[in-house]
């Protein structure tokens, strides 16, 4: 690191921690408002307020609710995204849930919004020496929620302003351009109770979700239930023969599967006439999560066979996996080494979670870091971030850190790692991959 860079990252440093009171109170003050995926109104004015009083001008309303701003280098370069997620999971039994809608932040989204808000603090003090720009976005509607809505508006008019595509933020900002200009992505994740201090470079699985609604005919239950066609048994019979194919995907797809039934609504004494089977299908690739899809789909068509039903089945991609960039992920490490030490950093760890910066990743180079500060275990009710200062003021360092190594002297750490990580795909082939692949098939009565 250079005399000016090492100069630069003090000065942004500095302006971080005489605003760490602020910026820890802003992860708190968040936590304690969770809101759902694509309604994020409140946390979303919050965060576009924080940047404006930095002199920063938002654009608001992206995807209804994503956030983003421009913070302009000094000179000419490359583009680098702090990004932060908006939303909170449905959780209804955690301590901390919105009573009128079940959002928790079970998963720390309103560190990251914190983090990003605090690392704009620390660059507006240095940009001017830097070559390239930052982009400062919050996006809607990471965790996966409203997926039925999705599918079912699959037939909406396209230049319907409020329809949204994608069960995703990210997908649905890369959809309507808003990183068209952004070269490279970073995201500071809280992890989870118990697990290291820092870790970097970590894979993540993709996953889709598999929606099997099955018919069948009402009859009387006790006196006639031979003229009916049990919905319910068929979505069950598809159940078994979903927990019958765990064994046979391959050790290196690290597939799961995880489902639930809905019944219809109708009187005991009658023979279920509907039902429907979700599954969250969950997989290392692309390749291994339609091979799985379709095993889950196959299993609704022989529920459906075994009981004559009818079903139609939607599969709806909703992540694709994540492959970070390992040179973006050094770059990060070693910014976030002085602050927690060497010692306490993993990396390389595969999770079986998902998140959509894997969407991120198959257009442009990202690092997605994990640091302390939670308790307890993600989507869970004992899920809460204890440390603010760990969880929020930490990540902005070494965010702000990061930057001024990759735009600092003439940029050139940022054109190293976008030579050694040229993306996989363009936006168009994105787009066309996720759109491909998503399905709808109907097997009749038998």
């Not at 109708?266 to 006439?273: K, N």
């Not at 066979?305 to 909703?318: H, I, M, N």
């Not at 940029?411 to 990580?421: D, F, I, N, Y």
């Amino acid at each position: 690191m250079s005399g000016a860079a090492a100069r630069l990252k003090e000065a942004a440093h500095a302006a971080v921690e005489r605003r760490a009171d602020e910026i820890a109170a802003l992860s708190d003050e968040l936590m304690r408002r969770p809101e759902p995926g694509y309604a994020e109104h409140a946390t979303a004015e919050r965060f576009a307020t924080w940047l404006a009083e930095e002199g920063l001008r938002p654009r608001t309303g992206l995807a209804r609710t994503g956030v983003r701003a421009v913070l302009p280098g000094g000179g000419a370069g490359p583009c680098v995204a702090l990004v932060g997620e908006l939303d909170a999971l449905t959780l209804p039994e955690h301590p901390l849930a919105d009573p009128a809608t079940g959002a928790a932040h079970a998963c720390g989204h309103h560190a990251q919004i914190a983090a990003v808000a605090g690392a704009a603090v620390g660059l507006g003090e240095v940009m001017a020496e830097l070559d390239g720009s930052v982009v400062l976005i919050a996006t809607p509607a990471e965790e996966l929620g409203g997926v039925d809505g999705i599918i079912d508006a699959a037939d909406t008019p396209a230049d319907d302003s409020d329809r949204v595509e994608f069960p995703v933020g990210k997908a649905e900002l890369l959809r309507l351009g808003a990183f068209d200009d952004v070269d490279m992505a970073l995201l500071a994740h809280t992890g989870r109770g118990g697990g290291p201090r820092f870790s970097v470079g970590d894979t993540l699985n993709g996953s889709c979700v598999v929606r099997s609604r099955f018919t069948g005919r009402s009859a009387h239950a006790g006196s006639s239930p031979w003229l009916g066609v049990n919905a319910l048994k068929a979505a069950t019979v598809a159940a078994h023969a979903l927990d019958a194919q765990r064994e046979t995907f391959p050790d290196g797809d690290d597939a799961r599967l995880n489902y639930h039934i809905t019944g219809d609504a109708g009187a005991l004494g009658s023979v279920p006439s509907s039902a429907v089977l979700r599954t969250m299908v969950r997989a290392r690739s692309a390749e291994a999560l339609e091979r799985a899809a379709e095993a889950v789909a196959r299993a609704a068509r022989a529920g459906a066979l075994a009981l004559g039903a009818r079903v139609e089945t939607d599969t709806l991609l909703a992540y694709l996996p994540l492959n970070s960039a390992p040179e973006l992920d050094d770059v990060v490490e070693r910014n976030a080494h002085p602050l927690m030490g060497a010692a306490a950093t993993a990396r390389g760890r595969h999770l079986g979670a998902c998140t959509d910066m894997g969407d991120l990743a198959h257009v442009m180079p990202v690092s997605h870091p994990y640091s302390g500060g939670a308790e307890g275990d993600h989507h869970s009710t004992d899920y809460r971030v204890l440390d603010h200062r760990a969880a929020a003021v930490e990540p902005a360092l070494y965010l702000a850190g990061a930057v001024v190594d990759l735009l600092g002297d003439g940029a050139g750490e940022a054109h190293r790692v976008l030579r050694a990580s040229p993306p996989p795909l363009s936006v168009p082939q994105y787009l066309a991959l996720r759109r491909g692949m998503n399905r709808h098939e109907t097997q009749e009565e038998a």
